[in-house]
């Protein structure tokens, strides 16, 4: 399939410069508590507004609100309120401001637990609003069966799209969490896991599907996109049996695996809506079987359009080394950079990403992971060029210049996903502790203090920060979600 690689590269240069420009029953819940347990301050910041789904845009950038209301000269007075929450959240939360809630407007953090709870939570006060709990929660609760998939918010700002163990995919309304419509995704759930965030765009919901710890098989990798009104399945792409575009019973397929589990799931290209997702260990055959690859779909996942496969794509499979461990990190000049488990960051060049064909090979760059230690976590992206990583051996960031990243610093300090907001580069170490940094020049803006984590990473937005607790491996029916306040 031809392109012009010149003019894909302008259009998603564009589309950045415009993003960097734009800057079911009510539940009551113990009063959360600040540090020195006092009631929480009435909280007036007003910078920053909606953070509606993880990666803050389609895009997965996670290149947030231009201000927030924290600044490096006030990060470092940040007041910690803990929220007991009926399950652990391992993943973000989402935000929204002042919007109808129980028939009053609230700043609302928005967060869905390990077994299928979401929440909505005051912003302002700790307050839990109303919790939704999926039918069969009692079946599942305390066992492997769990998702880490953030929610989003949908555009109108009156509901929110959620997953659950049970493989389904539901629209609440934001007034009071009853369910709007619920569309499984799978028809496998035991096996078939919604570990990614989900991601909405041209009001499709997306969506996509891996496995449990240990890969047991059959489950295939699939995204699968949802019309955001009515909850239709419209089309679903399977990374094995890629021929068959309906969901497939996984056991009717020859081949398992191909996850796609990375933190950001689908991204969508803002040049051209077309749909990026990067597969675990699989079977790749360059047909109908694309384990280990960068994938690029077509706007509603009807077709594959373009793929990345590293030469090595079989030894990873052998090794247990996906390169699908993380996503796909979007960069001006129609490039992208992909980190996997082997402990490599690979940039690739959109418009050398070929169709209909097994042809491997191909990346612009290959440069390490800090410390090369595998990657577990996605890269922040701020303007296009800014390239932050962190994983369990440390934090760099990289700068994208003549078509080639440079190393412009690094550290010693671990983290999850990292976030852009408000000037500041904010970075969850899941030993415990939130970490603000320049974002230029990595110098430390301030240290606050965090419990230990897993996945989470946190959002900044309106003088306030969000971050939840807690690991989905440990399968615990309690967490904690912190929110960073100015006092």
Not at 40 to 49: F, L, N, S, W, Y
Not at 303 to 316: A, C, M, N, R
Request: glycine residues 14%.
């Amino acid at each position: 399939m031809g392109r012009s690689g010149m003019g894909l590269a302008l259009a998603a240069t564009a589309a950045f410069l415009v993003l960097a420009a734009c800057r079911t029953s009510p539940d009551t819940a113990p009063a959360a508590s600040d540090g020195a347990g006092a009631p929480p301050p009435a909280d007036t910041v007003r910078e920053g507004g909606d953070w509606p789904m993880f990666g803050y845009v389609p895009a997965r950038t996670s290149d947030g609100p231009a201000a927030t209301g924290i600044t490096a000269a006030n990060a470092g007075t940040l007041q910690r309120r803990q929220v007991q929450l009926p399950g652990t959240v391992d993943s973000s939360p989402i935000y929204l401001r002042q919007v109808r809630v129980g028939g009053a407007a609230h700043d609302v953090f928005v967060a869905t637990t390990t077994y299928g709870k979401t929440l909505a939570v005051d912003a302002a006060t700790g307050a839990i609003l109303w919790t939704f709990t999926p039918p069969g929660y009692d079946s599942w609760a305390g066992s492997r069966q769990i998702t880490t998939a953030a929610p989003v918010a949908d555009p109108d700002r009156q509901s929110v799209y959620a997953a659950a163990p049970d493989g389904q995919i539901r629209k609440l309304a934001l007034a009071d969490g009853h369910v709007v419509w619920a569309t499984a995704i799978t028809q496998l759930p035991a096996r078939e896991k919604i570990a990614s965030a989900l991601n909405l765009d041209a009001g499709h919901v997306l969506a996509a599907t891996g496995g449990y710890i240990g890969d047991a098989p059959p489950y295939q990798g699939h995204v699968a996109v949802l019309d955001a009104q009515s909850g239709r399945l419209l089309s679903v792409w399977n990374s094995l049996c890629g021929d068959r575009h309906a969901l497939i019973a996984p056991s009717s397929c020859p081949a398992s695996g191909s996850a796609i589990w990375a933190r950001r799931g689908v991204v969508v290209n803002p040049a051209d809506h077309r749909l990026l997702a990067a597969t675990g260990n699989g079977r790749f055959d360059g047909q109908t079987d694309w384990g280990d690859s960068v994938v690029e779909l077509a706007p509603d996942a009807s077709d594959i359009v373009g793929h990345y496969t590293p030469t090595d794509f079989q030894q990873l499979d052998d090794s247990d080394a996906d390169l699908g461990s993380a996503g796909p990190a979007l960069m001006a000049g129609g490039f992208l950079v992909q980190g996997g488990k082997d402990g490599k960051l690979r940039l690739i060049q959109l418009a050398r990403m070929a169709a209909g064909s097994a042809a491997t090979g191909g990346e612009s760059q290959i440069v390490s992971t800090p410390g090369g230690d595998r990657l577990f976590s996605d890269p922040a992206v701020m303007g296009g060029s800014w390239l932050f990583v962190a994983d369990g051996a440390g934090t760099e960031a990289w700068q994208l210049t003549g078509g080639q990243l440079r190393k412009a610093w690094g550290n010693g300090n671990a983290g999850t996903s990292p976030v852009v907001a408000g000037g500041l580069l904010w970075v969850f170490d899941p030993g415990g502790s939130l970490r603000a940094y320049v974002p230029t020049t990595g110098a430390l803006v301030a240290t606050l203090p965090a419990g230990s984590g897993h996945w989470q990473s946190p959002i900044v937005s309106d003088g306030r920060v969000a971050l939840a607790e807690g690991n989905a491996n440990q399968h615990e029916t309690r967490g904690i979600l912190d929110i960073y306040h100015l006092p």
